[in-house]
């Protein structure tokens, strides 16, 4: 924490160098405040005339503080379709529609995070979840914008760290936020704060915070190393602290501003009693913004920085250690509208982009190689409003290289080149009716994919304790491809609303880690089958499909969709909510290992003046289909279901708003396991389970 405060002072002595450049954008204007958005959205794409991008699903506001894990993937999880790679309680990852790992890209206001949580499942993504405004999903065309290897889709976490509109006026002022909560299943202690300050040129930005657990409670008695552990998971405990600066200049027609944060955190690995994880990460970025540039409504840069370092300890000792080091650049043009005829607008965004990062690794159980991996990409999307709905494509183009800068592993120093294209194509028909838009929306998305492989499934080699594997990578894998389609429709009745989606994605090359029957030890020494097996990547053909649902119907309040919570008796609104993905390996006839089951859900929402209440379950069918195919064995999961509590209550006094917020979950203390956790197919009578039954408290003062 000590290197953020310090880099306060940094910030303050950039602004003589942004005035210089400011200088020349510095316009008066009115303030343009943004509207806040406090609610879970799930749709295909609203018709709009100034919105070129909608998130498929998007959390904030009010919604997001109840969502709240210590994890990503945690926090998504049980959205349609969206669960959590879970790895023990202090990391996780999202999957989407079945897909993880670099299938799935995280971005930070739309920049790249260079870390290396998709390198293995016991890396923490190191973004917390406490100092984010907002996250957004993207799918179909709009996700070629940031990758044309995100079948899965984007998570963007959005702060304000890097000020984007006016907050204040000429006069100036103060605003901030602060949240604590205690309790759960791991004891969370947590505080965080941020303070903004600033005026119609200026936009000061300070934030923080601190997490603390211990070992997470389970219905089920554990053992650590064989010695009995009580209702605990054994090393589940962890100590999380970040923090960061910002600064921006705003003028009439943009903004340039910069950004420092740090992230620090150590925690236990779970499946080593005795192994935990110190990571660090530190991240500076410029971003920028010009208006009315000749043929474009607005340019955007933005130039990032990440350092990122993470050490694994045996005790006191110092093991393994991964370094990573990269930059990123990324520029675009939001283009002027075009208003065709027939009431017909094309409206759009081209750009490029560019990333690099170093990987090292040292130590004894290090299974990959030092690497250089750089990409440049041209992109583009499009989108044709009509009276009738809107027409959307988007193309990206990539040139990739991965480098394995040292003999490693039986592979010589050497580098492969991919040239990955990606294009996809959308459809919106809007049969809503006038300004009450009751009626349907239906959506369709076609994309082809392609994924250049990355540095651990082209060089790896080595043991991987995290997935209980001697993992072998394959230098002459190629493009991963992908044909993905989805349909859906929206319809909306005053207060009633049913969504369903269904989609399908067809791999020609899917990367995937397969068996060889033999067995190593950690040496890399030939072994037994009571030691680690061995798995090589390689390219088959899969096939993933399935149907995301959500319905939310009006039972107390009235039938209009904007009736104030204020009525006599509130609102009571019944929120539906069920997903089923099936995915199958073609070339060997298996399915694919860690997919979610088909999951229900409902809860009974309530509101009236400053109270809010939820009630509700998750049910998870059993998963039966899992690999069969001696290594690579599945473990099946039984059928559970999981209840759940909140209540909440937001008051206000003068400019300063209170939030207190409960959270009961897991109340009937059910033993239930992830089936998308590694944990659960490794670790077998000790890998740990679900959370039992736990209560949250928290309050959140803003100002």
């Not at 009995?228 to 009439?252: H, I, K």
């Not at 933005?302 to 990324?330: I, K, M, P, S, W």
């Not at 060997?588 to 290992?593: A, D, E, K």
């Not at 659960?680 to 039992?692: E, K």
Request: charged residues 15%; glycine residues 12%; negative net charge.
């Amino acid at each position: 924490m000590a290197d953020v405060w310090r880099w306060t002072s940094v910030a303050a002595a950039s602004y003589a160098c942004l005035g210089t450049f400011g200088a020349a954008w510095a316009h008066n204007a009115e303030v343009d405040e943004a509207p806040q958005i406090n609610e879970v959205i799930i749709t295909a794409r609203p018709l709009d005339d100034r919105s070129l991008l909608a998130p498929a699903q998007q959390l904030s506001g009010a919604a997001l503080t109840q969502r709240q894990g210590s994890t990503l993937g945690e926090t998504l999880d049980n959205l349609p379709g969206i669960a959590n790679s879970s790895f023990g309680p202090n990391v996780g990852r999202p999957v989407i529609r079945g897909m993880e790992g670099d299938r799935v890209r995280i971005l930070q206001n739309s920049g790249a995070n260079l870390d290396v949580s998709g390198l293995s499942s016991d890396h923490a993504v190191p973004i917390d979840p406490l100092t984010t405004e907002r996250i957004e999903v993207l799918r179909g065309p709009a996700a070629l914008l940031y990758s044309g290897g995100a079948m899965g889709g984007v998570v963007n976490l959005i702060d304000n760290r890097i000020a984007r509109e006016r907050a204040f006026d000429a006069q100036g002022g103060v605003m901030g936020k602060a949240e604590v909560r205690a309790g759960g299943a791991a004891n969370e202690r947590s505080t965080g704060a941020m303070v903004e300050a600033g005026n119609d040129q200026v936009a000061l930005h300070v934030d923080a915070f601190d997490r603390s657990t211990q070992n997470l409670r389970v219905p089920k008695d554990m053992n650590c190393d064989g010695v009995p552990n009580g209702r605990s998971v054994c090393n589940s405990a962890s100590n999380s602290q970040g923090g960061a600066v910002g600064g921006t200049l705003l003028f009439d027609r943009g903004y340039l501003g910069l950004s420092a944060s740090e992230y620090r955190s150590t925690y236990g690995t779970v499946a080593e009693p005795t192994v935990s994880i110190g990571m660090l990460r530190r991240h500076q970025v410029m971003e920028g913004l010009l208006r009315d540039v000749g043929a474009f409504e607005n340019l955007k840069f933005q130039l990032g920085h990440t350092n990122y370092t993470h050490t694994e300890y045996e005790g006191a000792v110092a093991g393994t250690r991964f370094d990573n080091q990269g930059n990123d650049f990324r520029l675009e043009g939001r283009q002027q509208a075009l208003r065709l005829s027939n009431g017909m607008q094309l409206d759009g965004t081209v750009g490029m982009q560019h990333e690099s990062n170093n990987l090292q690794a040292e130590g004894a159980e290090k299974f990959v190689g030092p690497s250089r991996t750089q990409s440049a990409a041209l992109f583009t999307y499009q989108a044709l409003k009509t009276s009738w709905g809107q027409l959307s494509a988007g193309a990206r183009i990539e040139s990739v290289s991965v480098a394995l800068r040292e003999d490693f592993g039986g592979n010589v120093a050497q580098t492969q080149k991919f040239n990955p294209l990606s294009v996809g194509f959308g459809v919106m028909r809007n049969l809503r009716e006038g300004e009450s838009q009751n009626g349907w929306q239906i959506t369709s998305n076609l994309s082809a994919n392609q994924r250049a492989p990355k540095d651990y499934e082209l060089f790896a080699h080595g043991p991987h304790v995290a997935t209980a594997a001697y993992e072998v990578g394959n230098a002459n894998l190629g493009l991963e491809k992908a044909i993905q389609l989805d349909v859906g429709g929206e319809w909306q009745q005053g207060g009633h609303k049913f969504g369903v989606t269904a989609f399908s994605s067809h791999f020609a090359n899917y990367i995937s880690q397969q068996p060889t029957g033999g067995y190593v030890l950690a040496n890399g020494n030939p072994g037994t089958s009571t030691d680690l097996p061995v798995y090589n990547f390689e390219g088959v053909r899969a096939r993933f499909y399935g149907i995301e649902s959500t319905a939310k119907v009006r039972m107390v309040g009235g039938q209009d969709a904007a009736l104030s919570p204020n009525a006599a008796h509130g609102t009571m609104d019944l929120e539906l909510r069920a997903d089923v993905v099936h995915a199958q390996d073609l070339t060997h006839n298996s399915p694919l290992p860690r997919i979610a089951p088909m999951r229900l859900g409902a809860d009974a929402v309530w509101s009236r003046n400053a109270w809010g209440a939820r009630l509700g379950f998750m049910h998870a069918a059993a998963q039966n289909r899992v690999p069969d195919n001696g290594a690579s064995a599945g473990v099946t999961t039984a059928a559970n279901t999981l209840w759940n509590a909140a209540l909440n209550y937001h008051t206000h006094s003068g400019p300063t708003h209170w939030l207190l917020f409960a959270k009961l979950d897991n109340i009937t203390n059910k033993l239930a396991y992830s089936s998308t956790s590694v944990l659960t197919q490794t670790m077998g009578n000790n890998a740990p389970p679900l959370a039992g039954r736990s209560l949250k408290l928290g309050a959140q003062v803003s100002f």
